[in-house]
Nanobody, 123 residues
Framework: QVQVVESGGGLVQPGGSLRLSCAVP????????MSWHRQRPGEQRELVAR???????????DYADDVKGRFTVFRDNTKNTVYLQMLSLKPEDTAVYLC?????????????WGEGTLVTVSS
């Protein structure tokens, strides 16, 4: 069974930085679109950042408006890992961050979710 292993969450002060990691061993990782989502307390899950796989034009990235310029998503296909570098963190970034792998091409329809890692931004 495919496991999505997230790490890097924790407590950070406003203005600080964190880097989240999401490893998905056992899949043809480069074929998957990878994304980060977050669920703030009491709110719906929302897309934070996405990076395309091998079947996506230019490995396109996509960001929520309120994280553009602060967050960067990147991937290392040799390690089956996607990262979310978060800078200038704000209290409103506090959320459970979840990693998603969505297959494309011949693995379209396959979808895997991590359990989430908690990011708390507070002084």
């Amino acid at each position: 069974q495919v496991q999505v292993v997230e790490s890097g969450g924790g407590l950070v002060q406003p203005g600080g930085s964190l880097r989240l990691s999401c490893a998905v061993p056992g899949i043809k990782f480069s074929w998957y679109d990878m994304s980060w989502h977050r669920q703030r307390p009491g709110e719906q899950r929302e897309l934070v950042a996405r990076i395309g796989g091998s079947f996506s034009r230019g490995a396109a990235t996509d960001y929520a408006d309120d994280v553009k310029g602060r967050f960067t998503v990147f991937r290392d296909n040799t390690k089956n890992t996607v990262y979310l570098q978060m800078l200038s963190l704000k209290p409103e970034d506090t959320a459970v961050y979840l990693c998603n792998a969505a297959g494309a091409g011949s693995v379209r329809g396959r979808n895997y979710w991590g359990e989430g890692t908690l990011v708390t931004v507070s002084s």
